[in-house]
């Protein structure tokens, strides 16, 4: 039994996952074997240094979910005021929207366009 | 006067009721008028398939005490069947709704449906 | 008691949701047999895919041994409700009882804490039933009924938590939405009735002429079934429901979504696929709303800061792939060497991603509510640094969220990877919105997996610990499949997908019973 995949124009086969997944492991091994093996877990060096400052309480330097992608959110911001507003929650806009739908797949349908 | 209009007649009543079933549920605010809108919607559609099971001449399908000229001319009462088959499972949709609106009110406070809102976004 | 296979396959979760009720306070009774019948399901749906593929469509009929069986008058019309199962039913049945099952496992202890779990078994069981009755049906009546049936359970399901206001809103809204969407297909079904004097859907496709009441008719059902299965732009109640439902009901409510989808590729398919001209069209309006609904799907995802809701988003972006894929098919149906070259392989890409994303949504939505579980709050601002608490969530929530960014090797990756091929040969621009969507998804579940799994250990899960032992083992039967499928997924396509494909293609077969004229 093969297991190769073919697709209009290319394959996939897990064998060739896994030679490559034990190539890559390889090459990451050798990079992580050249770290420095002087590092101790339970001592202060895995204590951050705030220049000399007391670290403050790990609630507070937390990246919350909110702030990933502030960037993107905020270039796209006029994108995303429109998709707010369109979501009102509001039943009736659910059923009026299927409504407009409706009506232009059906319009499309019967030859309109 | 001639026949169309008369037999269309069902037909329009069944658009009117349509048109009536969506402007309730599209613009009324009280959450229960819009459930009374769904209602209406089912109103006309179960209008629309009584009114296709009429054919003319025909008879209906009790066979129990039938004239004798209605043998072979009974109609179907596929339609009958699914009317009564849509009303009940229409029954069951709006015990949920109302059960679901009373709860609602319990918790909003409200059965304005521009304040029953709090999912968006 | 194989050829009765179809009409067990919907009586099994019946009986089992009207026993369900009589368990009163036996809350772990009730669940066991929830988990029981389920599981029987599960093995019936996958006899009847090997009966279906062995011995093609199988036609049950409801009175009477014969599908051919007239009336005594001789008029030669199927009256008799019939259940027409194809390949692609029967691998719809395959999810529904699948995701039904581990759905029953997971609430075990999911939903331990909550009263009233005898009904609430109950309507798992009869959404089951729902779904089943749906993809098995060669009655258009019939499918208003089922589709009815899985809308009510659905939405008393949704609004299960009835101590909060959200749920009740959720579940009135999914109601009220699937309602009037059963009621519009009620009005197709019923002018069908009128022009053909038939509700069976063989029948009628046989004999539809495509005139302009047969096409308002199309254009109602597509609508319907297009917002039952949550296409944008009337995809708003997919997130408010799937938030509020318990985490367990989300397996199955997502295949009653599918279960809409599935509706609207066998009208598209069997109902109308002997319209020439019109189909491409058709085809273009699917593909077209798939992309649109993929891309609006994921960009809304990204800024959600619920998590079950940001992961409804995406159950909206992944229902565009479907639509792409099928909707690539459906354009070059009737171009037999564009079809070989490239349609078919769109459609096995279309529908292998809908068991694909069922399996890995329904996954991380278990994730989701494991979250929930332990931290009593669906907001990620409040999560953080949960990894070492959890440890076999995050790694099911790793695998589920891969999966669903189409990494190899998990199942997304070959699904996705169809799509891209081949809906690049109809148009490179629907391409380029699938992988941009396709990137964006990645994005929005590292934000995810950043702000819930990682980062500092937070003082006030000090005491959480990992969920209980029925959730990590339903949500581990998914990751395995998960990875299953991803890594062979040629064996799948060729047992389960093809199939499916192949009698969405060749529609004539299913029209083609008994010999009735």
Redesign the interface.
Known sequence: MSFTLTTPSGFWNPLFWVIFLALFGLIAYLIYSRGNPSYKKESDQVRPYLSGNIEPAKEKVQVKAGDIYWGFIEALKGYYKILEAIHTGDIRDYILWYLGVGAIVTFILIGGV | MNGSLFVNFPFIVVALLLALGFYTIGFKRNLIKVIIGVEILEGAVNMFIVALGYVKGGYAPIYTQAPQEAVGKMVLPTPQALTLTSIVIGVAVTALMLAFAVNIYRHYGTLDVTRVRRLRG | MIEHLPALMVALPLFGAFIAPLFKKHYKGVSIWAIFITGISVVLSLLLMKEVVTNGIIMYVFGADKPTLVLP?GYAVP?RIMFEVDAMGAFMAISATLMSFVGAIYSYSHVKKDTGLEKYYALLMLLEAGILGMVLTGDL?NL??FL?IA??AG??LV?FR?Y???A??????Y???S???S??V??AV?IF??QY?N?NLAYIAKNVSFN?VD??A???L???F??KCGAV??H??V??AY??VPAGINPPLLVATYASLYALFRVSFTLFANVVI?LA??GW?MSILGVLTMF?GV??A??Q?DVKRLMSYHAISQTGYMLLGVGVGLTVLHDPSKLA??GR?AMAGGVFHIINHIIYKSLLLMTAGALFYVTGTRN??E???LARKMPITTISFMVGAAAISGL??FNG??SK??IY??SY?LNPLLTVFAMVTSVLTL?SFV??F???FL??????FENKREVPKPMIVAMLILAALCILFG?????V?DKLVYPAVDALINFAQYHSWGGLA
């Open positions: 008058s009256i009546f208003f009924v009815e809308g009510i939405s008393a609004g009835n909060r206001g959200e009740s809103e959720a579940g009135i809204k109601l009220m939405v309602s009037v969407a009621l519009m009620l009005f019923g009735y009128g004097g509700l302009m096409m308002i199309l254009g109602l597509f609508a319907s297009a917002m732009p009337m708003y109640w997130p408010d938030t509020e019109d069209r058709v309006i609006i960009t809304m990204l800024i800061k070259e490239f392989d990620l601002n999560m953080g640094g190899p090797p990756f070959a990877f169809l091929e081949t040969r994005a934000k995810v950043a702000s819930a980062g500092p250990p937070l003082e006030k890594l062979f997924p040629n064996v396509l």
